[in-house]
């Protein structure tokens, strides 16, 4: 009682003197009558009241007041309301798979009922035809209409392909959302990938990635132009406003410093964006790597030969250049109970196999030994020459022989030391299987990799400095893991093992790499 007592009073101290413009709904009165708060609430998440009150928004521990007026909501059979907005993507497909797998392992009955197939909500129950327990509203739209419905307050949680904008981040602080760029305030919930598909039969069969930008640029027109038959090129590709056209044109178009054709056919789903490739023989589009249908995967290939095919495998661990991470983005405030269950079920081994069921790329950490790895060393003595001798592919090799390769690799922004969005998933990730003992008596090595670009010795340094702030950054997330039970160590080899071209900015983005290694 003391400490709700000590927040309201901070409260009235500073914000003393605001006059209320604000319809009082709500009168909130602490058991011992000491304590009264009017305003118009917010929202209730079984335990919390969320008042917007003269001093500003305030939260309130529901079990130390008693609530009157017509604003408050039934304690006895309270019922959960949840909105969920964004990524047509993840509404349509994953966000119901998990959120019916959950219902399952709770023991939940769960009901679809649907106003349009761009809204529907998902009702859990207690078994048996019980209370109702929950609601979760859908809006399938787009990561624009996600973040503006949180912004609105809308929306409890938005569904994006892409990261929050630095715009929008900053109304979302502005609004009271809290730091929407911090750690706390989003989770990778799956992968997926951006792929070039093409008719079944189409000759063309690769292309580089400054190739693919330029036909969806319209600087290519015909196919004649990548070895296939004379005839226009017809491009499609997602809405504008969808995350997933957004996250093509920041991580292919503007890369290239280029921006999409404005003549490219359009769509709103990337079920009809599809079949729309499926049906021309002369079209290519950008799709989910997790919804191609019947389609033609187009491998990217650089000027040195090295392939950056689409798999579940290379979508993992970033090897292939155009991933698009499945974003959930939360407010700095309390979900109800049940909505904090299932956000915890997302991450659980359960969970994983039903985002692969679905079809998406999940983030269970696997060991992948060197026989299964393509032509990584391969390609580290392709390379090998008077800047990485054969001293230093004996030292990389001596090394890494008779670990595995865990699927979790960490990868920097683009001109930046910051990691991206998946790679700080990723520490997270790794953060939690060190807590929980999965590497304790084992070797655990942290490798840096560096792209071409200058003198060996320097990337060679820059690729130990980057292991070693990825290290720290894992073992300063993992708080209450026994570190003294690992053996952890920091290895860098520089360029000594490209899996791209040096020769594009994707290529040396891919190259720039920190790989973890186990025994």
């Known amino acids: 009682m003391m400490q709700f007592r000590a927040a309201v009073y901070a409260a009235l101290l500073l914000l003393a003197g605001v ?175 951006m792929v070039p598909i093409v008719a079944a039969g189409n000759p063309v069969t690769s292309m580089s990635l400054l190739q693919l930008a330029e036909v969806f640029a319209g600087k290519i027109d015909n196919w004649a132009a990548l070895g296939g038959p004379d005839a226009p090129i017809s491009v499609h590709m997602m809405t504008e406003e969808s995350g997933f056209a957004q996250a093509v044109e920041d991580q292919l178009m503007l890369r290239a410093n280029l921006r999409t054709d404005e003549e490219a056919a359009r769509h709103s789903r990337n079920e009809a964006l599809v079949h729309a490739v499926e049906r021309d023989p002369f079209a290519i589009g950008i799709a989910s790597y997790a919804d191609r249908g019947n389609t033609q995967l187009v491998t990217l290939q650089g000027s040195c030969g090295f392939s950056l095919a689409a798999s579940r495998r290379t979508i993992k661990t ?4 155009l991933n698009a991470p499945m974003f959930l983005y939360f407010p700095a405030r309390r979900l109800p109970k049940i909505a904090r269950d299932f956000l915890s079920y997302t991450r659980s081994p359960s969970a994983q196999i039903v985002i692969r069921r679905a079809g998406f790329v999940d983030q269970t950490a696997e060991e992948v030994p060197v026989n299964l790895q393509g032509d990584r060393f391969a390609n580290a003595i392709s390379v090998a020459g008077e800047d990485v001798g054969l001293e230093d592919l004996q030292r990389l090799t001596s090394t890494l022989s008779g670990m595995k390769r865990l699927s979790i690799s960490f990868r920097f922004q683009a001109g930046s030391t910051r990691l991206d969005a998946q790679s700080r998933s990723n520490v997270q990730q790794l953060a939690r299987a060190l807590e929980a003992g999965v590497y304790d008596a084992r070797s655990l090595y942290f490798v840096g990799f560096s792209d071409g670009n200058g003198p060996a010795a320097g990337n060679q340094k820059i690729a130990e400095r980057r292991a070693d702030s990825v290290r720290k950054a894992v073992l300063t997330a993992a708080e209450t893991a026994k570190h003294e039970r690992m053996d952890i160590q920091v290895h860098a080899f520089g360029e000594a093992m490209p899996m791209a071209c040096d020769d594009s900015a994707w290529g040396r983005q891919v190259n720039r790499r920190v790989e973890i290694w186990v025994k």
């Open 19 to 193: 006059t209320s413009a604000l319809s009082q709904d709500v009168f909130l009165k602490s058991h011992d009558g000491e304590v009264e708060i009017s305003g118009t609430l917010l929202g209730f998440d079984g335990e919390f009241y969320r008042v917007q009150t003269i001093y500003g928004e305030l939260t309130v521990d529901g079990s130390g007041v008693f609530c009157e007026g017509p604003g408050c909501p039934n304690l006895i059979n309270f019922v959960a309301d949840v909105s969920i907005s964004g990524s047509a993507t993840m509404a349509d497909i994953l966000m119901p798979a998990l959120l019916e797998a959950f219902a399952q392992a709770e023991g939940y009955e769960v009901a679809k009922e649907s106003e349009s197939k761009q809204r529907f909500t998902y009702i859990l129950s207690a078994p048996n035809g019980g209370e109702t327990l929950a609601k979760f509203r859908f809006h399938a739209s787009s990561a624009e209409e996600g973040f503006a419905d949180l912004l609105a307050d809308e929306a409890d949680i938005a569904m994006s392909l892409r990261e929050i904008r630095p715009k929008e981040a900053e109304l979302g602080y502005e609004a009271g959302l809290g730091d929407m760029t911090d750690a706390n305030r989003s989770r990778v919930l799956a992968l997926d990938g």
């Open 318 to 321: 970033e090897d292939y250049p």
